[in-house]
């Protein structure tokens, strides 16, 4: 299906989402001069009283909520705290128009549509007027029955009835005298590797098993000390995941340790917050004049896999202000298959360093050994869709191409059905085009492999194509014989991806044959 939320937001059309001409990169409203990132961090940290409640937490009611809901005085709510975001507004990359549709309302949902993975806790902090009443309606306690009194058989309270008891994962355990064994079954097929991460650390074992849109989760300090290696053993036709951990002493163990927040949950996905941890930078490799693979090694006791076409989150502390940024991970090559061991789960970032950011400079900045908080993977892209397809094409604008990448040696490599793949590659100039050589080579070596750029600000020594994306070029980029089955995958700059989308439509492709890469 295509990553668009139905209602989209930002507006279609709205400065949010169209680039001026000429602009390539990210998609933002042209801000007064003072009014960037860094601005806005040293103006919350000013002292300044942004509330207008004189440093007062008070609790709102959706009464009160709702009458600041104007450009002067301008209040929002998301996942229960109340911010008064009036002095934000001049500094809102999305504009004042975006900003104003969540005024006086819960923005939650807007919110989570672009920017679920910003720290609005942090950027924020100074704007926080104070928590959401929750309150019930008179008339509905009217009509509510008394409570049952108390007894030790009744059922825990929820706030939401739970899924489908017999579609539930459970998990079990078992010991030998030297080693732990923890069993999740998943009472469904597992779909990929991706889809198991186990962090240990200071002997606190969290496991999260992914399953489709849901999220299982185990979440224990373990009850005695064990070694920080860990063997994890997934058997995916018939949904059984195994993990192993060796004790520092022997002898049996009385319980597998004691439950922590969240301990064997089974919540939708997009409602857990992202988990950080703690990643090493081991190496740093230019690409071009401006762009890099940063190399991250995990913590010893972390196992996990990001699955091709998802994406993690960098976390990074700029000027006292948390900072999270999403990136797309590469293949150390290529070509090469990555190795999926626990013993070479480095993580590869391609990221293009934008002087007047506000992570990636700091990024630029470390050295090796320097450490960096990574999320685990985040995405909605599935390989199912790919399972029929003879002919895919990938459509990529500057660092867009990121996701790209291991699409291109999984079809290659892995997805003999598809018989061509073909990367028409968006760039300003020759010199930004990311990993030139490496594709001209697999194209000469590859025959189920095509790829062509397009250039906007071409030399006069430039032969290929020019421009912008149209509908000729499309056309005249993708065939679809007569019984081929095709799959269109787009990713670049916002205004990029929307016009690419809306030719392809034009062209005849469907929801069901498209994904947009988002964010």
Known sequence: MLNIPTQAFPAPGSQQRVAPSGQSGRNKVALKPGHSLMDWIRFAKSGKDLTGLRGRLIEVTQEELQKHNTREDCWTCIRGMVYNVTPYMDYHPGGEEELMKAAGID????????????????????????RMATKVPKA?????????PPTSLAPPVSVAPPPDKDSRPRYDWFQTD???????????????????????????LRLEVLLGKMSYMIHLRLADEVEGNISV??????????????????GKWTSLGQPLEFHNTFLRKKDRAPHYRDCVLVSKTEVNHNTYVFRLQLPRGTVRHVPVGQHVYLKANIQDMEVVRPYTPVDQSLSAAPNNSSQDSDLYLMIKVYPDG??????????????ISVSGPEGTFSLRPLRDVTHLYLLAAGTGFTPMARLIRLALQDLDSIRQTKLLFFNRREEDILWGCPLNELAANNERFEVEYVLSEPSESWTGRTGRVDESMLKDFISRPDGSKGYVCVCGPTAFTEITIGLLKQQGFTEEELHAFQG
């Open 107 to 130: 923005g939650t949902e807007l919110f989570d549509q672009v920017h679920r993975w910003v720290n609005y806790e942090s950027m924020l902090k100074e704007c926080l007027v104070g």
């Open 140 to 148: 509905i306690k009217a009509v509510l029955p008394p409570p049952p």
């Open 358 to 371: 506000v992570l990636t400079p700091h990024l630029n900045s470390l050295h090796i050994g320097d450490h």
């Open 233 to 250: 053993h997934t058997s995916f036709s018939v949904g059984k995941i195994q993990v192993t951990i060796r004790k520092q002493g022997k």
């Open 178 to 204: 030297v080693t732990v064994h923890l069993v999740v079954y998943a009472k469904r097929k597992i779909p990929n590797s991706g889809c198991t991460i186990v962090d240990l650390e200071a002997g606190v």
